[in-house]
């Protein structure tokens, strides 16, 4: 069987190889530039080190490597995806992005499709359901990555190979210190990469500027302070709003009028709902109930989070509708909201929150 590796220099990426090899595979490793310039010289996101430590591990294991470019892909469909969504007053999410069109999708245009599978060091797994190939939630619940594969689509699981999956990360990090990788100890990423070194409000600024606009409080609707644009906020958003007497919370924007409002509180209500509505739901394999009717019992997530949270799902023409028997906190437009089976087990669709 022929295996694409994709690895970034992170320990969980270099143990996928030992992994492999441990079960007999020869992968051929694919480190994929994203990272990139404007024209300005503007986005850095280095990888020099990445790069080292990949080849590192490619020439441990006596593997192919390749180093890729994706730089332009990245840059017209996901930098220009974030930046349009928070142009609109949404809450993007590049990472499910990144998943869906570059590591699974461009790579696998023009990469990908002479080999057998596509390995990842991503905290998922892989469960067969008849002949049907489904996404699965990893052994460790706390790194589980299910969340951000939720858009990916049923060509692309059927293909994917999550060595890492049934390992806890305490596991992963003792099969690289044993095995003396140069990853061992380095720190998980944080971020989007494409930003590198740069703050996400700068970069945000750098396309779109800055409006002065009002902060008002939603329950007496008088201003208690100002904003420089609501491209910088999101619903739940608690901290950089400069409000004394707080805590203060983003419960709504006005996107026509530029303002932000506010409620008071460690815990205000006026943050919290019951109701998800969908659109562009799909099933990442297949209903797993055959023909949807009715509704169903689900687990779902509106975040990366190791908590699931028990709900309904509904079919209300083109929507798909998630009743939560909880409050939720941070309802926000543009996110995905992930749906499970009752148990927890698979990971099913995912839609755009509306």
């Not at 494409?194 to 007496?220: P, V």
């Not at 006005?254 to 409002?261: P, R, S, T």
């Not at 019992?297 to 509708?321: A, E, Q, S």
Request: hydrophobic share 35%; aromatic share 12%; net charge neutral.
């Amino acid at each position: 069987m022929k295996i694409a590796a994709l690895v970034s220099g992170g320990v969980d990426s270099s143990v996928v190889v030992h992994q492999l090899k441990e079960m007999g595979y020869d992968p051929t490793i694919f480190y994929i530039k994203i990272g990139m310039e404007d024209k300005d010289g503007y986005i850095d996101c280095p990888s020099e080190e990445d790069i080292e430590i990949t080849s590192y591990i490619a020439k441990k294991y006596a593997c192919k490597f390749e180093i890729v470019s994706l730089q332009e892909d990245y840059w017209q469909e996901v930098v220009s995806y974030t930046i349009e969504a928070v142009r609109r007053g949404l809450t993007p999410n590049p990472d499910m992005m990144c998943n869906k069109l570059i590591k699974f999708g461009a790579f696998e245009r023009k990469w990908g499709k002479e080999f057998d599978k596509i390995a990842t060091g991503h905290y998922c797994t892989t469960t067969k359901v008849g002949e049907k190939v489904y996404l699965s939630t990893a052994k460790d619940k706390q790194k589980d990555q299910t969340y951000f594969l939720g858009q990916i689509n049923y060509m692309q699981v059927s293909r994917l190979m999550f060595p890492i999956g049934n390992l806890l990360k305490a596991e992963v990090r003792n099969i690289a210190k044993d095995n003396h990788l140069p990853s061992a100890y380095r720190k998980d990423s944080q971020g989007i990469c494409f930003l590198g070194k740069i703050n996400y409000n700068d970069f945000i600024r750098r396309y779109l500027g800055e409006r002065k606009g009002d902060i008002i409080e939603l329950e007496t609707g008088k201003k208690i302070g100002s904003h420089n644009g609501y491209w910088f906020h999101t619903i739940g958003q608690r901290k950089g709003l400069g409000l004394s007497g707080g805590p203060w919370f983003v419960v709504e924007k006005d996107i026509d009028n530029n303002i932000l409002y506010v409620s008071q509180g460690y815990d205000p209500q006026t943050q919290y709902g019951k109701i998800v509505n969908l659109s562009g739901f799909e099933f990442i394999t297949e209903d797993v109930w055959g023909e949807f009717s009715d509704e169903k019992d689900i687990l779902f997530k509106i975040r990366h989070t190791p908590d699931f949270t028990n709900g309904k799902l509904k079919k209300i023409n083109n929507i798909y509708r998630i009743e939560s028997e909880d409050k939720i906190q941070g309802i926000a437009s543009g996110q995905f909201g992930v749906i499970y089976d009752y148990e927890g087990k698979l990971c099913l669709g995912s839609g755009v929150i509306i």
